[in-house]
């Protein structure tokens, strides 16, 4: 080491302390003239690095080799290339287009106006905004942008109050296009913890617009006088009737099924065990029903349901002879009538030779089965229910200041749409789908479009249904049962036209929520047809690698281990990490 680098420094750039001529250092002093001397030997240590850093390249492919240099370059250009990528990923996602906003900004109603979503009071902000202050982003009509429109919040769709714990929730950002799973998928829901749940219930009914007081019709002797439609069950009413049954008045009396006998469920079709009839009138705040018919499902057990729901919300479910024959000869009912969570009611007389026709009795008439209940949540026979019911009616009822909720399709919006996917898949013979949509054509049905906003979807997912009974809702669910029975038991393309007509004459309106959140706290099972087609998994019993023979290599004796070097003894390695994981994977399947 030179002296000339123990020199005091005294300024921030780091000269060197000049006293008198001499320059003072860390063992003595120096005379200026004995500098040269350094100064020409430090500028020759300098070259000489200089020198060395040049042949630094040469270095590194004489002791690392040039294929494993052209490797470390290979991968330092891997790493930029990655690098770069992921800040073109972030800046997307951050920036989303309009086709992955569709989920996050159907939520903005409910998220006390997006305070915290520029993006979407960017999105949201635009036309007719005097007329609402909240806006949310429909469905793609066409699957282009040029087909987006904005539209206003569901009707009754309130702002949270800042206390509330679900007024800054938000959808998070949507994955960016390469990572997006194919096909619908749940998306986050903010549920209130349960007892809070319990406390936002209403003390009182919701008001019901115009109509307050609905009676239904009943004849011992229905005369089928139309050839369009109808059945004894529902008691043919005429074309005339159900253009009547559209004109909202503060009474009304309607066809509504179970048109015989003195209640529903006693000699009317349909009919119940006497056991079952005296339950069945009881009061209750909320129920949960579902149904099985034709033995075609599989009944699924509710999950995550609370101490209190499991003590006051009974679960019902309905099925008919044949699937409790099935159910019996298979040991899964007995005398109790329960399965689970479920009580099961045994359905005599069925009016339909359909087992999905049966099907829409309960799920449409629920009010009319169960005439001192307040709410009711309709799940399909297929579904498993994974949130608590009182979480459910608070999250999209409640909260919402709505009294019927439904989620929308998560791909069609419009009834010729639905129409023509019915037809392609089967659902239903293809004449009798023509002629109810040629039916609603000539009431004036059209195609979804800009001008039906704030509606934000002429076509459902009808699964699930959650529902207040007042007499509005009840009406509705009246007159949509009907067309169910003078047309096909497709009942989403018969809700438009129902919901389209109260509507033109009251105040009124249902929340279609997202598909996304139904998926939330519904899950999706098979047919049981579907099921027994499946072959059931088979545990593979793990089984050890063959032992290698006992061969001499290379001439070596067999009792000597031949050492494995370098590339060999790593790839070696891998191989035997793959089997290990595929050995795991096949036990655990």
């Known amino acids: 080491m030179t002296g000339g680098s123990l020199g005091l420094r005294s300024g921030s750039y780091g000269s060197l302390q000049n006293t008198n001529g001499v320059i003072a250092g860390g063992g003595g002093l120096w005379h200026p003239k004995s500098l040269g001397t350094i ?35 290979l991968v330092a250009f891997t790493l930029l290339v990655f690098v770069l990528g992921s800040f073109v990923v972030n800046k997307e996602s951050n920036s989303p287009n309009v086709d992955q906003r569709i989920g996050t900004l159907g939520m903005v109603p409910y998220v006390n106006g997006a305070p915290k979503y520029p993006e979407a009071s960017r999105i949201l902000g635009g ?73 936002s219930m209403p003390s009182t009914p919701s008001a019901s617009p115009v ?140 009016p339909y030779s359909d087992a999905r026709r049966n099907g829409k009795v309960p799920k449409l008439l629920l009010h009319r089965i169960f005439p001192n209940v307040r709410y009711s949540i309709w799940i399909d026979g297929k579904l498993q229910l994974v949130v608590d019911p009182y979480q459910l009616l608070e999250r999209f009822l409640w909260r919402q200041n709505a009294n019927f909720a439904i989620s929308r399709h998560y791909k069609r919006f419009d009834v010729f749409v639905e129409a023509e996917a019915n037809k392609a898949a089967g659902k239903y013979d293809n004449s009798s789908i023509d002629e109810q949509v040629d039916f609603y054509k000539k009431e004036g049905l059209k195609p979804y479009s800009e001008a039906k906003l704030p509606i934000t979807s002429d076509v459902p997912e009808g699964c699930v249904l959650i529902k207040e009974h007042i007499p509005i809702t009840n009406l509705f669910t009246c007159l949509w049962f009907n067309e169910v029975d003078r047309f096909t038991s497709r ?54 690698p063959p032992a290698l023979p006992n061969i001499n290599l290379r001439g070596r004796t067999p009792g000597k281990r031949i050492p494995r070097h370098g590339r060999d003894k790593r790839s070696g390695s891998r191989r035997h990490r793959k089997a290990a994981a595929g050995n795991r994977d096949s036990n655990s399947f």
């Open 39 to 73: 100064r020409k030997s430090s500028t020759k240590m300098l070259s000489g690095s200089r020198e060395k850093e040049r042949s630094l390249p040469y270095v590194w492919c004489r002791y690392l080799g040039r294929r494993k240099v052209s490797m470390l370059l």
């Open 211 to 350: 109509l307050h007081n609905l009676t239904y019709v009943h004849d011992e002797n229905p005369i089928k006088s139309e050839p369009h439609g109808g059945s004894d069950f529902s008691g043919y009413p005429s074309l005339k009737q159900r253009n009547d049954s559209f004109d909202i008045k503060e009474s009304m009396t309607v066809h509504c099924g179970f048109v015989k006998g003195s209640k529903p469920g006693h000699q009317t079709g349909f009919d119940f065990d006497e056991s079952d009839l005296e339950e069945l009138q009881q009061f209750h705040d909320i129920i949960v029903a579902s149904a099985i018919f034709g033995n075609y499902d599989i009944i699924q057990q509710p999950r995550n349901i609370s101490e209190e729901a499991k003590k006051n919300i009974p679960f019902y479910m309905f099925i008919d002879e044949e699937t409790e024959a099935y159910m019996k000869n298979k040991s899964i009912l007995d005398s109790s009538k329960r399965l689970g969570l479920w009580r099961i009611v045994i359905i005599h007389n069925v």
């Open 127 to 199: 036309k007719d905004k005097q007329k609402d202050e909240h806006y949310s982003v429909a469905n793609n009509l066409k699957g282009g942008d040029r087909n987006r429109f904005l539209i206003p919040a569901s009707k009754g769709a309130s702002i949270l109050p800042f206390h509330h714990p679900c007024a800054n929730f938000t959808f998070p950002p949507p994955p960016p296009p390469t990572l997006r799973r194919i096909g619908p998928r749940p998306c986050p829901v903010c549920y209130l913890p349960v007892d809070q749940a319990i406390a």
């Open 491 to 544: 009942d989403q393309l018969s809700f438009a036209i129902v919901r389209d007509k109260i509507m033109a004459k009251v105040d009124w309106g249902i929340n279609m929520f997202l598909d996304c959140e139904r998926r939330n706290f519904v899950i999706q099972a098979y047919h049981r047809d579907l099921l027994e087609q499946m072959p059931p998994p088979v545990a593979a019993e793990a089984q050890l």
